[in-house]
């Protein structure tokens, strides 16, 4: 997805005000990742807490003032109410950049939606220490695995992946 496709969606659902931002100013898009989600308990059709990890990778990042900056490696956790149709999983993640630096970005305003039994999410996130502290994130995450039949099971949903992108502005 491109920077100029990212802003649009993102101010469409609020997350970027209209008119704020350029696909010029943003500091680094990165897009052709990938991500695993691990949640404990599994997601069901029964609201209750969940544990969430999340790691992967994203690539073809395009930074002006960094060009060695080229993909980034990330890792987090968070925590909070959830259920197979509607959740709030704040995040915590670190991104190791390809040039060894790291960014902390702590995500909390999403949406979800579920068309076509896919998952789309876009997040949307502050940096909070490391490489653009105090810069706004947006990521979209395209979960394409869901077996939502295991929503219906006590275990229910352990594990979910697709492909990530992330820009910075």
């Known amino acids: 997805m491109s920077a100029a496709a990212v802003l649009s969606l993102g101010a469409g659902l609020g997350l970027v005000a209209p008119g704020s931002v350029s ?3 943003a500091l680094v898009v990165c897009g052709s990742g990938n991500q695993t989600q691990r949640y404990s308990p599994g997601l069901t059709y029964t609201t209750r807490d969940i544990a969430i990890h999340v790691s992967g990778s994203v690539g073809n990042c395009a930074d002006p003032g960094r060009p060695s900056r080229s993909y980034a490696t990330f890792e987090g956790s968070g ?3 959830a259920n197979c149709l509607l959740g709030a999983l704040p995040t915590t993640v670190t991104y190791k950049w390809s040039d060894g630096k790291t960014s902390k970005i702590y995500f909390q305003a999403g949406v979800d939606a579920k068309p076509a039994g896919q998952s789309v999410v876009v997040v949307n996130g ?3 220490a490391g490489e653009y502290e105090g810069h706004q994130a947006v990521k979209h ?5 869901v077996d939502v039949t295991k929503c219906a099971t006590p275990d229910g949903i352990d594990e979910t992946g697709g492909s990530t992108d992330l820009i910075i502005l």
């Open 126 to 128: 502050v940096v909070t």
């Open 79 to 81: 925590q909070g109410k």
């Open 141 to 145: 995450i395209l979960l394409t695995n």
């Open 23 to 25: 696909a010029q100013e």
